[in-house]
């Protein structure tokens, strides 16, 4: 997992550590130095904290004129016994929305588990977005994680969605199609 680093090539367009509305900004990281984990497994340096014992974050991209982010998880997402679904909202989420930012893409292709543990943050989280037209997408959650989503009945505040070649997008490119696919479905 160390080797796992977040994306980087849109680094030229934001950076949460410079981006003083950020909840990251000022942040320095090591290359070098690693000390967060997932269990006994370390994870790159490069993942930001925000509270939660086997899971962290990247946020990739923030666009406050279009009220959108888009952030990368990795590690295990767990609401039956730590609640990281109140960890995020309530550290990270609930920051950016004084930001006016409604929107949420979460590229979870890296959450290597997920255990449901109710719906409470989650509508908690939807209301706090649903009127400005806010939305919560898991991108690419793998399959095995897909099962414990489904039936933890919190498909009505949070949707998945696959686009297997985001990278090769730009955010607003990426945003468009799935609110495109979102339209569709």
């Not at 003083?20 to 000022?26: A, K, N, Q, R």
């Not at 039936?151 to 799935?178: A, S």
């Amino acid at each position: 997992m160390h080797t796992i680093e977040p994306y980087y090539n849109w680094q030229y367009l934001y950076n949460s550590e410079t981006d003083e509305l950020s909840p990251y900004y000022g942040e320095e990281h090591s290359l070098f130095e690693f000390s967060n984990t997932v269990y006994n497994f370390y994870v790159h340096p490069q993942w930001d904290a925000f509270g939660s014992e086997n899971l962290y974050l990247k946020i990739l991209f923030v666009d406050y004129e279009d009220g959108y982010c888009i952030i990368e998880m990795i590690g295990e997402w767990n609401d039956a016994i730590i609640n990281d679904s109140m960890t995020l909202k309530r550290n990270i989420i609930d920051v950016m929305i004084k930001q006016k930012i409604y929107k949420y893409i979460f590229i979870t292709e890296n959450v290597l588990n997920y255990h449901s543990g109710g719906d409470e943050y989650y509508e908690e989280w939807y209301d706090d977005i649903k009127d400005e037209g806010g939305y919560i997408v898991f991108l690419n959650l793998p399959e095995s994680s897909q099962y414990d989503f489904v039936r933890g009945k919190i498909r009505h505040y949070v949707q998945l969605n696959e686009v297997i070649e985001w990278r090769t997008m730009k955010p607003n490119l990426l945003v468009e199609k799935i609110e495109g696919q979102m339209l569709l479905g």
